[in-house]
Nanobody, 126 residues
């Protein structure tokens, strides 16, 4: 599966952005989807994940309560809604897909993901 992330940009602290990740092919529903990010001088880290059926989600502590993740199976797209953005959210955001038999489990470990998008830059100014 090929993944194309979009929606990044420059926003002031407290603002919002919505990232999108469009997947190619009709196998979108076979994949757990996730978002990761890599800030300046930092390791890539997990941000959010959503199960194949969309009913289970999981977030990292820094974004819990501010970010939401959703998926549209008809559009083969996963979204990351980011609210109340902070300067420490500045990073390149990557979407990723993991093949998994379970329809309700989520994955948060980078090595569990099989396919990656190209990344989209999010910059939050103070």
């Amino acid at each position: 599966v090929q993944l194309q992330a979009s929606g990044g940009g420059l926003v002031q602290a407290g603002g919002s952005l919505r990232l999108s990740c469009a997947a190619s092919g009709r196998t979108f529903n076979n994949y757990v989807m996730g978002w990761f990010r890599q800030g300046p001088g930092k390791e890539r880290e997990f941000v959010a994940g959503i199960s194949r059926n969309g009913r289970s989600t999981y977030f990292s502590d820094p974004v819990e309560g501010r970010f939401t993740i959703s998926r549209d199976s008809a559009k083969y797209t996963v979204y990351l809604q980011m609210n109340n953005l902070k300067p420490e959210d500045t990073a390149v955001y990557y979407c990723a897909a993991a093949m998994l038999d379970s329809t309700w489990r989520v994955r948060s470990i980078e090595v569990d993901y099989d396919y990656w998008g190209q990344g989209t830059q999010v910059t939050v100014s103070s």
